[in-house]
């Protein structure tokens, strides 16, 4: 029983003592592959117990996170073990190097954007006061080059503190900075723009000011009193001494949360729609398609066809009728500097009649439906895409 297993491993983990951590993650390491993710998540925390129970032993826990790094596992899981190296280095600075590392080498393969960002502002802040912080330079520009514009923003912004901090750095900061000058991403050439100013005019104050001071105030704060500066014009301009460093959370009143139960009760409740009733309704609306009678299934899913890394995302859907297949192609354009035009679809089989209606939408998004008659069950066909740009 695997729910069994994990609560003795877990206990092994609570109760051990520091002379038998290496054979517990030689055990761990091994049991890992054969349970869920919630149960690793529990494992994951229990080993963030064990390193803040015993410090010195730091360097073999953090090899087993950063193995079950690599390992294949959802977002919820890997947060765990990125949140338990990140509590470790708070706590145990002799692991700070060891633990920023193993972060690093994540970030090299690392498809979670929030992760990544989260990792790239660790690095800003610890990076810099490590002994050697020039080795971290290179993972922080490899996300300038190979991210999406959010990780791009977050390792500018990064690359910054570690010019701020290290003087030694600063020219080859400088460099990498005025690089990020001609990004595609507004935001990304904003805080090169702005970073490089600031280091460029070597005022120490201006440096602490904007690149290493974080904001001392309260965002819900800063936002409710600009709100009702704009919607209440003044003559004098925006205070920002005036913004509160926290603000308190509101209040719950029972009376209230009861009022707000009852108003919740009140609201009609709204049936959702399942996915194939909402499929029916769209082919039903297309008047080539109005003959064909009720629809009999839906794919549960679409079928991906490509990867939606790749530069034009496909997928399809297949609706079947009693006579009929109905296939669902939908093209989605993942680059904001050019449009698609006259995609067609074209569907080649011996066993099925290629009715090929094609009725491609507007804009970056296309989704065409091709008719095919009879249906065959278990005859292979192939079909390609012809798209210009």
Same mark, same amino acid.
């Given at each position: 029983?695997?729910?069994?297993?994990?609560?003795?491993?877990?206990?092994?983990?609570?109760?051990?003592?520091?002379?038998?951590?290496?054979?517990?993650?030689?055990?761990?390491?091994?049991?890992?592959?054969?349970?869920?993710?919630?149960?690793?998540?529990?494992?994951?925390?229990?080993?963030?117990?064990?390193?803040?129970?015993? #410090? +010195?032993?730091?360097?073999?826990?953090?090899? $087993? /996170?950063?193995?079950? !790094?690599? %390992?294949?596992?959802?977002?919820?899981?890997?947060?765990?073990?990125?949140?338990?190296?990140?509590?470790?280095?708070?706590?145990?600075?002799?692991?700070?190097?060891?633990?920023?590392?193993?972060?690093?080498?994540?970030?090299?393969?690392?498809?979670?954007?929030?992760?990544?960002?989260?990792?790239?502002?660790?690095?800003?802040?610890?990076?810099?006061?490590?002994?050697?912080?020039?080795?971290?330079?290179?993972?922080?520009?490899?996300?300038?080059?190979?991210?999406?514009?959010?990780?791009?923003?977050?390792?500018?912004?990064?690359?910054?503190?570690?010019?701020?901090?290290? #003087? +030694?750095?600063?020219?080859?900061?400088?460099? $990498? /900075?005025?690089?990020? !000058?001609? %990004?595609?991403?507004?935001?990304?050439?904003?805080?090169?723009?702005?970073?490089?100013?600031?280091?460029?005019?070597?005022?120490?104050?201006?440096?602490?000011?904007?690149?290493?001071?974080?904001?001392?105030?309260?965002?819900?704060?800063?936002?409710?009193?600009?709100?009702?500066?704009?919607?209440?014009?003044?003559?004098?301009?925006?205070?920002?001494?005036?913004?509160?460093?926290?603000?308190?959370?509101?209040?719950?009143?029972?009376?209230?949360?009861?009022?707000?139960?009852?108003?919740?009760?009140?609201?009609?409740?709204?049936?959702?729609?399942?996915?194939?009733?909402?499929?029916?309704?769209?082919?039903?609306?297309?008047?080539?398609?109005?003959?064909?009678?009720?629809?009999?299934?839906?794919?549960?899913?679409?079928?991906?066809?490509?990867?939606?890394?790749?530069?034009?995302?496909?997928?399809?859907?297949?609706?079947?009728?009693?006579?009929?297949?109905?296939?669902?192609?939908?093209?989605?354009?993942?680059?904001?500097?050019?449009?698609?035009?006259?995609?067609?679809?074209?569907?080649?089989?011996?066993?099925?009649?290629?009715?090929?209606?094609?009725?491609?939408?507007?804009?970056?998004?296309?989704?065409?439906?091709?008719?095919?008659?009879?249906?065959?069950?278990?005859?292979?066909?192939?079909?390609?895409?012809?798209?210009?740009?």
């Amino acid at each position: 029983n695997r729910s069994i297993a994990t609560l003795a491993i877990t206990t092994l983990l609570k109760t051990g003592n520091e002379s038998s951590i290496d054979r517990l993650m030689k055990q761990i390491q091994s049991f890992m592959s054969e349970i869920p993710d919630e149960f690793k998540i529990v494992v994951v925390r229990a080993i963030q117990g064990l390193c803040l129970k015993f #410090p +010195n032993k730091h360097d073999v826990m953090m090899n $087993l /996170l950063s193995t079950m !790094l690599r %390992d294949e596992g959802g977002y919820q899981y890997k947060e765990a073990i990125v949140n338990t190296i990140i509590a470790v280095i708070e706590a145990n600075p002799s692991s700070q190097d060891t633990g920023l590392y193993h972060l690093c080498e994540f970030i090299e393969d690392c498809e979670h954007g929030v992760l990544a960002t989260k990792i790239l502002h660790l690095l800003g802040r610890e990076g810099p006061k490590t002994p050697t912080p020039a080795k971290f330079i290179r993972y922080i520009y490899n996300r300038v080059i190979l991210e999406n514009s959010t990780v791009r923003a977050a390792a500018v912004t990064s690359l910054a503190k570690f010019g701020a901090v290290c #003087p +030694n750095l600063r020219p080859s900061v400088l460099v $990498l /900075l005025g690089r990020c !000058l001609h %990004d595609t991403h507004d935001e990304v050439r904003d805080r090169a723009t702005f970073y490089l100013s600031v280091l460029e005019s070597g005022d120490s104050g201006l440096v602490n000011q904007f690149i290493l001071d974080t904001l001392q105030a309260s965002i819900v704060g800063l936002q409710s009193l600009l709100v009702h500066y704009i919607a209440n014009p003044a003559s004098e301009p925006f205070n920002l001494n005036q913004v509160p460093i926290t603000t308190a959370p509101a209040q719950v009143t029972p009376s209230s949360r009861t009022d707000e139960m009852i108003t919740e009760a009140k609201k009609p409740t709204v049936p959702t729609k399942t996915r194939q009733e909402e499929s029916a309704e769209r082919i039903a609306q297309i008047p080539e398609f109005a003959a064909l009678g009720p629809l009999f299934k839906s794919s549960p899913k679409p079928i991906e066809l490509s990867e939606s890394e790749t530069e034009y995302y496909v997928r399809c859907d297949v609706h079947t009728f009693p006579q009929h297949l109905v296939l669902q192609f939908d093209v989605t354009n993942t680059l904001d500097d050019q449009q698609l035009e006259n995609v067609t679809v074209e569907v080649v089989s011996d066993n099925y009649t290629v009715l090929g209606h094609l009725l491609p939408s507007a804009g970056l998004q296309y989704s065409g439906h091709l008719l095919h008659s009879p249906p065959v069950t278990g005859r292979p066909f192939s079909g390609s895409h012809y798209i210009r740009v």
